[in-house]
């Protein structure tokens, strides 16, 4: 009895009048993990802003069910809170300077609202929490030793650390929704802000001069400066406020 060699069978040419196969080889899958969870929220964030996150829409990118996330991710809103300490891990800060504290406060302040202004309307998420994560508590641990380092009372930087934050939050906030009008305008940045503080204006200008006399006469001070300037003009309110509890506190 002859044996085949499978072999030298396997390496046969197909005949012609068979469908050739293509072999295609399953791509293996990533391993689930926190990391690839956050990764793939991340670029859903970028691409289609925060109201698109979502355990299901992660999951579906990931091309598993949404309960295969919950044993990395306990629910979206620790999802959320992992997302946003990824985010301001990119925040770079100064060393305590005690000479420079209110440039630094300023450097702070600049540097964590371009990174939350880089990620759609991730500014959202701090607002009505308290960020825990490594990177939020890196960030709080530093901003309030710049301000002790500068004289500032302890309860006193407390405080302010919350309204610090709050104020670059709530502006980088209002910056994402701004761009998100624009681009469902279709206008260009530049032509979209003209438009819009054009219109603002216009209607400042043509209220009832005598049941808003304040408001007509001043629009022109009302509209002026850009975001950049009014952000500035916050920061330096923030500061001021901080120096004179600093020269209280030499006083005393």
């Known amino acids: 009895m002859t044996t085949v060699d499978q072999g030298q069978d396997a390496e046969l040419p197909a005949p012609p009048w068979r469908k050739r196969r293509r072999s295609t080889p399953a791509k293996a899958k990533q ?5 690839l969870i956050v990764d793939t929220a991340l670029r859903i964030l970028d691409a289609e802003g925060l109201d698109a996150v979502s355990m299901r829409r992660v999951a579906q990118e990931l091309d598993t069910g949404p309960a295969s996330l919950y044993a990395h991710v ?3 809103e620790e999802l959320l809170e ?3 300490d990824r985010v301001s891990g990119e925040m770079r800060l100064p060393e305590p300077d005690p000479e420079r504290w209110r ?3 300023k450097e702070v302040a600049y540097e964590i609202h371009r990174v939350l202004s880089a990620h759609a309307d991730i500014a959202r998420v701090p607002l009505g929490m308290i960020p825990t994560g490594p990177n939020a508590l890196r960030i709080n641990e530093r901003v309030m030793t710049i301000m002790l380092a500068g004289g500032v009372p302890p309860q006193i930087a407390a405080w302010a650390v919350d309204r610090f934050y709050l104020y670059i939050n709530s502006d980088a906030y209002e910056g994402s929704i701004h761009v998100t009008k624009q681009r469902a305008s279709g206008l260009e940045p530049a032509e979209y802000i003209a438009r819009f503080l054009g219109q603002v204006r216009e209607y400042f200008t043509s209220l009832p001069a005598d049941r808003f006399p304040v408001t007509v006469r001043h629009a022109p001070e009302l509209m002026s400066g850009d975001g950049e300037d009014r952000f500035e003009f916050g920061l330096e309110l923030i500061i001021r406020g901080l120096e004179s509890y600093v020269e209280g506190s030499q006083d005393s």
Do not use: H, M, R, Y
């Open 103 to 105: 440039e630094q406060i």
């Open 74 to 76: 306990s629910n979206k």
């Open 31 to 35: 391993p689930l993990s926190q990391d």
């Open 82 to 84: 992992i997302l946003l």
